[in-house]
């Protein structure tokens, strides 16, 4: 991962990232160079996405989560 002119490396989390306004945020902030993590219920649909932003050349990672389960609490 590369870093911003002062070391920093740039990281957003977003939840909800797979859609809607989730998915916007995050296309805006991997534009501004940051590396953007979704976080979503739906892991085909959050795969989908951060393949699309990986082939723009876009730094994306994804976390596949419910967090009304139980299970992932």
Not at 7 to 14: E, N
Not at 20 to 48: C, M, N, Q, T, Y
Request: hydrophobic share 40%.
């Amino acid at each position: 991962m590369e870093n911003s002119s002062n070391g920093v490396v740039r990281v957003a989390m977003i939840t909800g990232g797979s859609r809607g306004i989730g998915l916007s945020i995050a296309r805006e902030l991997a534009d501004s160079g940051k590396h953007v993590i979704l976080v979503a219920r739906d892991k085909e649909k959050v795969e989908k996405e951060v393949f699309s932003l990986r082939e723009m050349g876009k730094k994306a990672s994804y976390i596949d989560v419910d967090f009304l389960d139980s299970d992932y609490l």
